[in-house]
C-alpha cells in the first residue's frame, strides 16, 4: 500500500471511529426513505409522510368499495344511530388542557432513556426510547386521561407510544405500557397484548393532524372510540378490553365508513376533507371511551367552530365493512414465537472507547429490539461503544410472542 493509500485508509477509519465514540450511539441511516422528509419538533409537519406503508397495511387500504358486513346493522345500534361523532381535537385548551394527542418529532441523536414499567410491563417493549425531557402528554400543559407520548424517530423510522406516562426526577420516564413500531412496515403486536392503545394498535396513525388536512388530503384510516365494545377483535386490532361476548357489540378494530351517499358539499373545505378520508378509509375502534370521538392532534390552527359542524352527523350514516375473521377467546390465533440461533458480542471483552460489535440471527421475527443503551435495530448487527459492563438483551418479537437472548460485554 503506498503512503496516499495509506492516508486515505487512515482518514476513513478516523471518520468511522468518530461516529462509534458518540455515547455507545449505534449506527444509524441517516433517513430511512420517505421517513427522513419530516421535520423535528412538536407537532411538526410530517411533508406528506404517511407511516405503515407495507403493501398489507390495513391502515392505509382504500375501503371505499369494500363490503357491508352482515353484520353492520347490529352493531351501529348497539353504538346508537342518533349518537353524534365528535372530533377530539381542536386549537386552544380545555379546563386548562390541550385538546387531542400530541406528538413530536425526533432526529436519530435523540438521546434513549430506560423507561420503568407499571400496570402492563410484562406486554411492553423494553427501553430505551428516546423521549425528550420536554415530551408532550395528552392534556399538556395539565396532562389527563389516557396521557399519551407518541414520539417519531425519523432517521430509523420508529414510533414509540406510551400510555399513562408520567416523568419523575428519581424514576425519569415510568409509564403502565409502551410499544415500539417499525413504520417502514405493517407489524403486529403479539396477539392479546395490548399497546398505547386498548386494541393493540399504535394511535398515530390514526390521528387527525392540521398538517395534512390543510395541504387537501388524508390518505389514512382514523381511529375512534366507543363506548362499549365486544370481548373479540378484528385485524389489525390484536387486543380487546372487553368483558362483554355480545356478538352486536364492535369487536376492537371495527372499521366503520362514512356513506357514500352523504352529502358533504355544504360542510367547509377543511372539513371536507375528514369526511371524504371518512368514505375512503373509515374509521377504526381503537379504543373504549366515548361514542364516538375521532381522535385527533392538538394545533392551534384548528377552527374549533368550524369542526364542531362534524357533531351534526350521527352513527345513522354509518355502515361496517366486512370484517373478516372475528377472533374471540376461542379462536385466537396460535403459532411458533421468534427463533434466535445465536447472539454475539464481538469482542466480549474490550478497553474503555473501543467497538463492540453485536450480532444475531433470527427467524420469525417481525421485530428486534436491545435493551440497555440500544433499542431496536435492523438487520442482523450492529457496531456501539460501550463505557461499563453490561448484560444485553435481544427482544425478538411477532405475532405469537417474544424470544429473547443474552450477551455479556466486559469492559476494562
Known sequence: MNRFSLARALFALCLLMGFLIELQRPLFAQGIGPCARMSVGQLSNLNGFIPFQGTDSLWNKDISAAQVDPNSDNIINSIGPNVNIYGDFGSGLW???????????????QAKVPITFGLYGKESDPGPMPIPADALITGYPMPNGDRHVMVLEKDGCWLYELFNAHQSPFLGWWADSAAVWDMTASDYRPFLWTAADAAGLPIFPGLVRYDEVNAGAIKHALRATVAVTQKAFVLPATHW?????????????????????????????????????????????????????????????????????????????????????????????????????????????????????????????????????????????????PTQTATYTLYSTNQYGRSTATVVVAVQ
Request: charged share 15%.
Open 241 to 385: 378490553a372487553s368483558i362483554y361476548t355480545d356478538s352486536k357489540l364492535p369487536p376492537m378494530g371495527t372499521r366503520l365508513r362514512l356513506k357514500a351517499n352523504f352529502d358533504i358539499s355544504h360542510f367547509s373545505a377543511h372539513n371536507q376533507v375528514i369526511l371524504t378520508a371518512l368514505k375512503k378509509y373509515g374509521v377504526i375502534v381503537s379504543d373504549n371511551g366515548a361514542s364516538v370521538f375521532i381522535s385527533g392532534a392538538p394545533d392551534d390552527r384548528w377552527d374549533n367552530h368550524d369542526l364542531s359542524a362534524l357533531k351534526t352527523i350521527t352513527m345513522s350514516n354509518f355502515e361496517v365493512i366486512q370484517q373478516g375473521v372475528v377472533y374471540t377467546p376461542d379462536n385466537v390465533p396460535t403459532g411458533p414465537k421468534p427463533s434466535i440461533g445465536s447472539f454475539t458480542a464481538n469482542p466480549m471483552n474490550v478497553h474503555k472507547g473501543n467497538p463492540v460489535m453485536l450480532s444475531w440471527n433470527v427467524t420469525g421475527q417481525e421485530y428486534n429490539i436491545i435493551s440497555p443503551v440500544i433499542g431496536p435495530v435492523r438487520g442482523t448487527s450492529i457496531t456501539f461503544v
Open 95 to 109: 379546563q386548562g388542557s390541550h385538546i387531542g394527542d400530541p406528538y413530536q418529532v425526533v432526529s436519530g441523536t
